[in-house]
C-alpha cells in the first residue's frame, strides 16, 4: 500500500555530513510515525531515528543523539535525516520506516514497522 524509497547514501570522510531523503506514496503519509533505522555487516537492524506523525516530537538512539536530526515534510510526503559528524561505525545500509502508531516514537522498533524501504548505503572512511 505505501512505498518508501530512500535516497542520499554515500561515500562520506569521517566528520562529514549527508542528508538522507525518504519520499513516500500515498495519501496518508500523516497517518504514521516515521524512523531511520540502520543495519551493519553482520548486525542486527538497530534504531536510529524517529518523529511523529505531526513531526511534533523526535526521539533518537543515544548513539546519534546530537549529531543526527530527523524531520519530515507531510505536504511533500517526505522524511529528511541530517547527519553531521559522521563516524566510521555509522556505517550502515540506512532503511526508512512508517511505524504502526502516530505517536510511540520511544519505543518503535523493527518488530512494529509497517512499511521498510529498500534502504540506502551510508559508508563513512576513515
Known amino acids: 500500500q505505501v512505498q518508501l524509497v530512500e535516497s542520499g547514501g554515500g561515500l562520506v570522510q569521517a566528520g562529514g555530513s549527508l542528508r538522507l531523503s525518504c519520499a513516500a506514496s500515498?495519501?496518508?503519509?500523516?497517518?504514521?510515525?516515521m524512523g531511520w533505522f540502520r543495519q551493519a555487516p553482520g548486525k542486527e537492524r538497530e534504531f536510529v531515528a524517529a518523529?511523529?506523525?505531526?513531526?511534533?516530537?523526535?526521539y533518537y538512539a543515544d548513539s546519534v543523539k546530537g549529531r543526527f536530526t530527523i524531520s519530515r515534510d507531510n505536504a511533500k510526503n517526505t522524511v529528511y535525516l541530517q547527519m553531521n559528524s559522521l563516524k566510521p561505525e555509522d556505517t550502515a545500509v540506512y532503511y526508512c520506516?512508517?511505524?504502526?502508531?502516530?505517536?510511540?516514537?520511544?519505543?518503535?522498533?523493527?518488530?512494529?514497522?509497517?512499511?521498510w524501504g529498500k534502504g540506502t548505503l551510508v559508508t563513512v572512511s576513515s
Open positions: 500515498g495519501r496518508t503519509f500523516s497517518n504514521y510515525a
Open positions: 520506516a512508517a511505524d504502526r502508531s502516530r505517536n510511540a516514537i520511544s519505543t518503535m522498533t523493527s518488530d512494529g514497522i509497517l512499511y
Open positions: 518523529i511523529n506523525w505531526s513531526g511534533g516530537s523526535t
